[in-house]
Each structure stands twice: as structure tokens, then as C-alpha cells.
């Protein structure tokens, strides 16, 4: 496991919304859940049914939608669980990929964001190559890029990093980070949690690149070289596409879930103002991660109903 530049955050403020305003935008998401995953049951029910033009009846009863834990719930179990651990610094935002604005908890200033940063440097990179402006086959380092790319993001390699940073050019990356709505200084590595999660959400919607690349850049945030933050905490039948990161005192995951043809983003950044990790910081990951997914993917019995 490779330790990432040391960057120190300079802190920037990111206005937190009002909790009305989070609770209309949690129900919101709540609601578009409620709706796919009861679409899903639907399309079961029927293919679990008599084939089309066959005798016998057409099921009468609609399963009903699997109904999440209250919006302003899930907000005071989320805001629970960073009160019980005040001693690290911990800032949280959660995005439908498919809806508006994150919703942020917690310190939303800016973090170190350690290794989290690659992926703005993996989607700059294949933005050039969609431009005819470079290519995956050519010569970086002792490989090609496609090998730095892969390198970077799935097993968090520096060495790759800084080649490909290098490729891409400083400030190409600051521009190519403002032109997707993230304000990004490579030599600082500063983000906010809703800023990756912004980055995330564009890239998994098919907004940065093409579909090949996509799936491509996406392909290389599973089976990582650490599984132990977001994706251990997550329940089973969850996909995840995430990039970890850690530096100092930062401990952080960023990921895409996607659950029965729902997707959302979910960012943790924490820091033990210490400088040093602890094992507490992975614990509260993990844990925000199962109170976020219990709310928004409620599990389904084998009756067709949600728990």
C-alpha cells in the first residue's frame, strides 16, 4: 500500500444546506428508491407469472414499494454516529447519481484528499485521449499509460499517479477539474466530500466519458487493493465502485452503490487531527456506510416485501 504526496489541507468552507432542505432532498431520494425498487418487484412478479397469451390470471395484487427509514431519521442517525465520534474530523456527502445536489453531514471544509484525487486524474487523462490529445498505448514510464491508469487506480500506485499528472500537465488538470464543476489544485490535493461526490456522480451518469472509458476507469474501482473501508461495510447484492484514500491522519473512501437499479454516491472523508490513522476511522466508515445503505436499500424478503 502505497502512501500518497504529502499535501497538508488548507481548509475551504462548503455551506451546508439547511436541514429542511436536507430532509426534502432525502425524501426526495427516498422516494426515487421506492419507486425502482418497486418497479423491480413488479417485473418479478409478472416474469414469475403466467406467460403472455397462456390461461390462467393475471396476478391482481402490485407488491408494494419497499418503504426506507424517514429521511430526518437517517439525518440524526447519520449525525449520532459523528457525534459519538467527535475526536476525528468527519465530513460525509450522499448523492442519487441521477438526482441534483449531494446532501453534506458533518465538516464539509476541505480535506487532504489523499488517493480519492486519482480518479480526477484517470478521467482528465482519458479526456485527452477521447481528443486525440494523448493515447492509452503510449510509452509512460516503463509501460504504457493503460497500465499507469490501471496501476493508479486499482492498486493506488504514486508512481503512476505522478506520471500520469505529469502527462496530463497541472494546470490541464485544474481546467479539465473546473470544466466538470470541481475546483482542484493538484499541488494542494484539496476537495470537499460533495466535490467528489460530484466527480463520481458525473462519471458513473456517462457525463466525463465515453462508454468504453467509463466502464473502464469503473472496472478498475472493484476488487482493489483495499476492499476494507465502504465495501466491507456494505450489505450483500450492493455493487461498489470506489477509491480509497489515506495520508497522515486522512482516512478516507469514495464510492458509486448501485442496488437493484439504484445508484448513489457515497463520500466519507475523515481525519484523526492526531496525524496518525486509527482503526476507528475505518470503523466509522464502514458504519455510515451500513446505516446509509439500510436507509436507502431497504433488503427484500421472499415474500416480495421489504424488511
Known amino acids: 500500500m502505497s502512501a500518497d504526496p504529502a499535501l497538508r489541507p488548507a481548509g475551504r468552507h462548503f455551506r451546508a444546506s439547511r436541514k429542511g432542505r436536507r430532509v426534502l432532498l432525502l425524501a426526495l431520494l427516498f422516494s426515487a428508491v421506492a419507486l425502482v425498487i418497486g418497479a423491480s418487484l413488479v417485473f418479478a412478479a409478472v416474469r414469475s407469472g403466467p406467460l403472455a397469451g397462456a390461461a390462467g390470471p393475471v ?8 418503504v426506507a427509514v424517514a429521511p430526518d431519521a437517517l439525518e440524526d ?12 474530523r468527519i465530513g460525509l456527502a450522499l448523492a442519487d447519481v441521477s ?12 480535506f487532504t484528499a489523499a488517493s480519492t484525487a486519482k480518479i480526477i486524474t484517470a478521467a482528465a487523462y482519458y479526456h485527452q485521449v477521447e481528443n486525440g490529445e494523448a493515447a492509452l498505448d503510449e510509452p509512460l514510464g516503463d509501460y504504457d499509460a493503460a497500465f499507469q491508469l490501471e496501476a493508479m487506480v486499482n492498486e493506488s500506485n504514486n508512481d503512476s499517479w505522478l506520471l500520469l499528472m505529469d502527462a496530463v500537465g497541472y494546470p490541464q488538470l485544474t481546467e479539465y477539474a473546473a470544466s466538470i464543476g470541481v475546483a482542484y489544485d493538484p499541488e494542494e ?3 470537499t ?8 456522480k458525473r462519471l458513473y451518469a456517462g457525463d466525463l466519458l465515453n462508454a ?3 466502464a473502464q476507469l469503473l472496472g478498475y474501482m472493484q476488487d482493489t487493493n483495499n476492499e476494507e473501508l465502504i465495501p466491507a461495510g456494505s450489505q450483500a447484492g450492493v455493487e461498489v465502485f470506489h477509491k480509497y ?5 486522512e482516512l478516507h473512501d469514495a464510492a ?3 442496488y437493484r437499479g439504484s445508484s448513489f454516491v457515497l463520500v466519507v472523508y475523515t481525519e484523526n487531527p492526531g496525524g496518525s490513522r486509527e482503526p476507528g476511522q475505518a470503523d466509522v466508515i464502514r458504519e455510515l456506510t451500513g446505516l446509509v445503505e439500510e436507509s436507502l436499500f431497504p433488503p427484500v424478503q421472499p415474500g416480495g416485501q421489504a424488511r
Open 256 to 258: 458509486v452503490l448501485t
Open 245 to 249: 484514500g489515506e495520508f497522515g491522519g
Open 189 to 191: 490535493n484539496l476537495l
Open 99 to 110: 438526482g441534483d445536489a449531494a446532501l453534506t453531514f458533518g465538516d464539509q471544509e476541505a
Open 193 to 200: 466530500p460533495a466535490e467528489m461526490a460530484l466527480v463520481l
Open 59 to 66: 396476478p391482481a395484487a402490485v407488491p408494494e414499494a419497499p
Open 77 to 88: 442517525r447519520i449525525n449520532s454516529v459523528l457525534e459519538e465520534n467527535d475526536d476525528y
Open 212 to 214: 468504453e472509458n467509463t
